[in-house]
Antibody, heavy 119, light 111 residues
Framework: VQLQESGPGLVKPSQTLSLTCTVS??????????WSWVRQHPGKGLEWIGY???????YYNPSLKSRVAISIDTSKNQFSLRVSSPTAADTAVYYC????????????WGQGSLVTVSS | QSVLTQPPSVSGTPGQRVTISCTGS?????????VHWYQQLPGTAPKLLIY???NRPSGVPDRFSGSKSGTSASLAITGLQAEDEADFYC???????????FGGGTKLTVL
């Protein structure tokens, strides 16, 4: 399974932070993985944002739930992240990853996408 | 601060054995949820190193091993090599938070 993030590297605080992850090499529209987003603030540790199943059911980190939405498009083998009202505190490297649904671990990762929130 | 606690740094000389601890609580590791470990080399994405407390994915050297007991887990690296220098993260699930949790990460320095 290969994952690749895409989206703007610079976002203004008045905009919405949006990223897309394109998946190849796996069964995207069947059981096996929760399609996930994880971020890493500069020089800091990993933070789970949320994940979505192929059925469309999504789960979020409670600390981010009010501002985050994850969607999936099985016809395009893509899933997306939207963060509303971003601030400088949302500046981070955003990773998409495949979370095993029977092992509860991140099996595959994208290379990461740096998003800077600044006016 | 992170739900799972790791030492910020550990170090060792080539050939030595080092361990990295990951301490949780009754709502995560102590509740029976598995612990997984990731290695993040400088400037790269994390890579799965150990899954299900003690299992190695294909391609991971047997110098890396994991264990779990009670509310804690440990990653051991034997025969330390310069190329092992990286950040290491533990990960589990927390039933109180109803989500995935990570440790704060441990930077391994090979002296």
């Amino acid at each position: 399974v290969q994952l690749q993030e895409s989206g703007p590297g610079l976002v203004k605080p008045s905009q919405t932070l949006s990223l897309t992850c394109t998946v190849s090499g796996g069964s995207f529209n069947s059981a096996g993985y929760y399609w996930s987003w994880v971020r890493q603030h500069p020089g800091k540790g990993l933070e789970w944002i949320g994940y979505i199943y192929y059925s469309g059911t999504a789960y979020y980190n409670p600390s981010l739930k009010s501002r985050v939405a994850i969607s999936i498009d099985t016809s395009k083998n893509q899933f997306s992240l939207r963060v509303s009202s971003p601030t400088a505190a949302d500046t981070a490297v955003y990773y998409c990853a495949a979370f095993s649904d029977n092992g509860d671990y991140f099996d595959f990762w994208g290379q990461g996408s740096l998003v800077t929130v600044s006016s | 601060q992170s739900v799972l606690t790791q030492p910020p740094s550990v170090s060792g000389t080539p050939g030595q054995r080092v361990t990295i601890s990951c301490t949780g609580s009754r709502s995560n590791i102590g509740a029976g949820y598995d612990v997984h470990w990731y290695q993040q080399l400088p400037g790269t994405a994390p890579k799965l190193l150990i899954y299900g407390n003690s299992n190695r994915p294909s391609g991971v050297p047997d110098r890396f091993s994991g264990s779990k007991s009670g509310t804690s887990a440990s990653l051991a690296i034997t025969g330390l090599q310069a190329e092992d220098e990286a950040d290491f993260y533990c990960q589990s699930y927390d039933s109180s938070l109803r989500g995935v949790v990570f440790g704060g990460g441990t930077k391994l320095t090979v002296l």
